[in-house]
């Protein structure tokens, strides 16, 4: 698989939870979710490969640009104080 073309390929898996394993992620607003992710992703040059989870978590696996700091990218999704 290359999805950076003459640059390795490096798979990280992410999962994000709820507050407190609340169960939150219902139908409705799942897929808003999965567009959203998928966007910052992009944002950040990578590509979601495949995605998944349950109503208090989900799963990511995700390739970035070798070239990109992964700190930086995790960081940019979390959220602000309060």
Known sequence: MEIFP???????????????????????????LYSYLDGLV????????ES????????LLANFSPEKSLDGTCLASQPGPG
């Open 52 to 59: 998944g989870g349950m109503p208090d978590h989900i799963h």
């Open 6 to 32: 003459n640059l390795p390929t490096i798979l990280y898996h992410v999962v994000f939870s709820t507050k407190d394993q609340a169960p939150l992620i219902t139908a409705e607003i799942e897929g808003l």
């Open 42 to 49: 992009r944002s950040h040059d990578g590509l979601i490969i």
